[in-house]
């Protein structure tokens, strides 16, 4: 697993959940490779994906991708695969086992923050996360508009 930063070079950003960073508090992330039917990276390359109540859960010792929505193709009717259809995620055996340990351990959760391409490929930028509460997500939402106010005055002087 690797933690990044700044985002990498050469990455194409289809979609992005936003409401991923209101409702988890981010511990950890990570790339992992997504594994798509040949429709549905076309109408990814069209950003014609939906995020809602998306999640990630290891079943079997594989991960699998929940609740993504995207679209069906429109030239390719019948080929079209279930819009929100479980879609397996490919990550290497360890990084998966070491997933299963935390999940059940502390109790937390994979999202997903964002789908791309890198290289030509399908990726998907995952958190483990843990849900706020809703005094956190006030607290959040407070310390964000402290940090504008602050912003917008030292950028008035």
Do not use: C
Request: net charge positive; no cysteine; charged share 35%.
């Amino acid at each position: 697993m690797v933690a990044r930063s700044a985002p990498e070079s050469g990455r194409k950003i289809v979609a992005r959940n936003r409401k991923a960073r209101h409702e988890f508090e981010i511990l950890e992330t990570f790339e992992a490779g997504i594994e798509l039917k040949g429709p549905e990276v076309k109408s990814l390359r069209a950003g014609n994906v939906s995020f809602q109540d998306a999640h990630a859960r290891v079943e079997r010792d594989q991960l699998w991708l929940h609740s993504v929505h995207i679209n069906p193709y429109e030239q390719a009717n019948r080929f079209n695969a279930d819009p929100v259809r479980p879609r397996r995620l490919l990550l290497h055996r360890n990084e998966i086992r070491r997933l299963t340990g935390k999940i059940k351990e502390k109790g937390l959760t994979v999202v997903p923050l964002e789908i791309y391409f890198s290289r030509g490929y399908a990726k998907v930028e995952m958190a483990l996360a843990r849900g706020k509460k809703l005094h956190d997500k006030r607290e959040s939402l407070k310390r964000r508009q402290q940090d504008l106010e602050a912003k917008r005055a030292m950028e008035s002087r």
